[in-house]
């Protein structure tokens, strides 16, 4: 499985390289924002794609919606993980094609426990 995880922090993709790595998910890219999110989904075929909302240079709403618009991602599973709560943005995370949606801070065993569940829907 290719994991891609999009965040503008240092710290916050080091975390969820190492809770992915150690829930068996060894093939894991790290992005450091939604265009270099984009790009990287265009030239490599993910599994799974778990990104932040609020970057730099592209949000990961606008980069979801885009990946939403490339054939090859119409049913690869994104998960959004943010400190955004609001019903508001998760309406707006669906309607840009998230799959999920994951409240920062997590906890390891919980997000393992959604990205197996997305994976095995896959």
Do not use: C
Request: proline fraction near 4%; aromatic fraction near 4%.
């Amino acid at each position: 499985m290719k994991l891609l995880i999009v965040d503008d922090s240092t710290m916050l993709r080091d975390m969820l390289s190492y809770a992915l790595n150690e829930g068996g998910y060894a093939d894991v890219t790290e992005s450091i924002d939604g265009i270099d999110g984009l790009a990287k989904a265009k030239a490599t075929q993910y599994d799974l794609i778990i990104s932040d909302v609020n970057m730099p240079n592209m949000d990961g709403l606008t980069m979801v919606g885009e990946i939403r618009k490339l054939p090859q991602y119409a049913k690869t599973p994104i998960l959004v993980l943010t400190t955004e709560r609001s019903d508001d943005m998760k309406t707006k995370g669906k309607a840009a094609g998230a799959t999920g949606w994951i409240v920062k801070p997590f906890v390891p065993d919980q997000l393992l426990k959604a990205v197996n569940i997305v994976l095995s829907r896959k």
